[in-house]
Nanobody, 124 residues
Framework: QVQLVESGGGLVQAGASLRLSCAAS????????MGWFRQAPGKEREFVAA????????YYSDSVKGRFTISRDNAKNTVFLQMNSLKPEDTAVYYC?????????????????WGQGTQVTVSS
C-alpha cells in the first residue's frame, strides 16, 4: 500500500512559479513510476507529467512542456513538480499518482494509488 500526500499549492499571479511536492509512504516508492495529473473546474482530469522509477525518463503533456519539470528524490520518497511561467489555464487541483511499474504513463488507469490533491490557482 502506498499513501501519497501533495503539498505546495496556492494562489499566484500569472508568470509566477510554484513547486509541488508529493510525499509517499511505503517501501515501493523507489520501484514505482510517478505521475502528476490535474483537474480544472468542469473538466476531466488530465495528464500533466510522469517520471520513471529511476528518474531517467520524463514525459510531459504538450500544454506544460518547457514550463513544468518533474523530478524525484528516491532517498526522500518524494516527487516534485516545478511549475514556471504559470498561466490562468493552469488553475486546477493537482494530483500525484503512483504506478507499480518502472515506466511512466499518460493513462490514469495505469496508476494504482492517488493523493488527495492540492489546489493551484493562477490569477491573470
Amino acid at each position: 500500500q502506498v499513501q501519497l500526500v501533495e503539498s505546495g499549492g496556492g494562489l499566484v499571479q500569472a508568470g509566477a512559479s510554484l513547486r509541488l511536492s508529493c510525499a509517499a509512504s511505503g517501501r515501493t516508492f523507489g520501484t514505482s513510476a510517478m505521475g502528476w495529473f490535474r483537474q480544472a473546474p468542469g473538466k476531466e482530469r488530465e495528464f500533466v507529467a510522469a517520471i520513471s522509477y529511476s528518474g531517467a525518463y520524463t514525459y510531459y503533456s504538450d500544454s506544460v512542456k518547457g514550463r513544468f519539470t518533474i523530478s524525484r528524490d528516491n532517498a526522500k520518497n518524494t516527487v516534485f513538480l516545478q511549475m514556471n511561467s504559470l498561466k490562468p489555464e493552469d488553475t486546477a487541483v493537482y494530483y500525484c499518482a503512483a504506478r507499480q511499474a518502472s515506466s511512466g504513463s499518460r493513462r490514469q488507469s495505469d496508476y494504482n494509488y492517488w493523493g488527495q490533491g492540492t489546489q493551484v490557482t493562477v490569477s491573470s
